[in-house]
């Protein structure tokens, strides 16, 4: 019960933006290539800035 309002990391927000952006383009890849490959492209910005928290974490 005490999780329940407990805020999301920036990370955590992350990883759900990269989830859905890679859901988005698996289903945009059948009709649009070319919005796909764009929307992958984000996918790939936001899995760096999870890399780069990651690297903070470990380092912290």
């Known amino acids: 019960m005490l999780g ?3 805020k ?5 927000k ?3 933006k ?3 952006l890679l859901e988005e ?3 945009m890849s059948t009709s649009n ?6 929307i992958m ?3 790939e910005k936001v ?7 990651e690297a903070n974490e470990a380092g912290a």
């Open 25 to 27: 383009s698996k289903q």
């Open 47 to 53: 899995l760096d800035k999870i890399k780069a928290i």
């Open 8 to 12: 999301k990391s920036e990370k955590e």
């Open 14 to 16: 992350l990883n759900a």
């Open 18 to 20: 990269y989830m859905k």
């Open 41 to 43: 492209a984000e996918a």
């Open 4 to 6: 329940l309002f407990k």
């Open 33 to 38: 290539r070319t919005e796909a490959d764009r």
